[in-house]
Nanobody, 129 residues
Framework: QVQLVESGGGLVQPGGSLRLSCAASRFTPERYNIGWFRQAPGKEREGVSCITSTDGATEYADSVKGRFTISRDNAENTVYLQMKSLKPEDTAVYYC??????????????????????WGQGTQVTVSS
């Protein structure tokens, strides 16, 4: 099981920016993709973005397209989520996860990840004026 640790969350005003990091404990196998999810109090967890381990293809939820950018540093086993033009509705705990099907969940093709996915502990992002 891959160990994941998120960092970079914090309190920012609307329109501000944050960069989240997801560090893996070991090299992520080619068959495993990495994605970002978020959950606000009283809401269901939703997929935010995903990047594949093969060709680096990316996917984004409609709510963050044009504002968030996902990237990957394979040498450091780290995935980043650059968040710009943040809105109050972006407030949530952000989690990263790795599993062969994470991009399928982010894209909405399947509803949930299975029990074999690895999850980080989450990092809080609060957007408020």
């Amino acid at each position: 099981q891959v160990q994941l640790v998120e960092s970079g969350g914090g309190l920012v005003q609307p329109g501000g920016s944050l960069r989240l990091s997801c560090a893996a404990s070991r090299f992520t196998p080619e068959r495993y993709n990495i994605g970002w999810f978020r959950q606000a109090p009283g809401k269901e967890r939703e997929g935010v973005s995903c990047i594949t381990s093969t060709d680096g293809a990316t996917e984004y939820a409609d709510s963050v397209k044009g504002r968030f950018t996902i990237s990957r540093d394979n040498a450091e086993n780290t995935v980043y989520l650059q968040m710009k033009s943040l809105k109050p509705e972006d407030t949530a705990v952000y989690y990263c996860a790795t599993d062969p099907l994470v991009c399928e969940v982010v894209a909405g093709r399947i509803p949930n990840l299975g029990p074999y996915a690895s999850w980080g502990q989450g990092t809080q992002v609060t957007v408020s004026s």
